[in-house]
């Protein structure tokens, strides 16, 4: 079946939106993997539910060099992305990965929780 285009619109509008439970500057522990059990900040989170993490998933590019953008060439080592199944945000308390939920406080803000412990993930 197919969508008409304003539909698909309000719908990609609409997955826009709404709050997302791991953020840029989070910080996550991999639970699966090479990097199984390693820690590390969200660098950048993609649309696709996907996410680079500093240090963890590395991967080699081979560099093409390109004097015009003054690029140098050769192998870069970066982040590559990781599902956000695989990652779980890092609770300080606890001192483990711990599930997100949300919760709405008496003045009608959203805010992030820990699912073990009920504490603000950013106690601002």
């Known amino acids: ?30 639970i699966a993997g090479r990097d199984k059990g390693r820690k590390g900040a969200v660098i950048e989170v993609l649309a696709d539910d996907r996410l680079r993490v500093e240090g963890l998933n590395m991967s080699k590019k081979h560099q093409k060099p390109n004097p015009q ?9 970066r982040e590559a992305p990781l599902h ?3 990652v779980l ?3 300080p308390a606890t001192q483990k990965g711990d599930r997100i ?10 805010v992030r929780v820990f699912k ?3 504490e603000m993930v950013d106690a601002k």
């Open 89 to 91: 945000i890092f609770n």
């Open 69 to 77: 953008m003054g690029v140098q060439g050769g192998i870069i080592e």
């Open 101 to 110: 939920g949300f919760k709405s406080l008496e003045s009608g803000r959203k």
């Open 1 to 30: 079946m197919r969508l008409c285009a304003n539909l698909r619109k309000s719908l990609g509008e609409a997955h826009e939106n709404f709050m997302k439970k791991i953020r840029k500057g989070d910080m996550v522990i991999l």
């Open 116 to 118: 073990s412990n009920k």
């Open 84 to 86: 956000v199944s695989n």
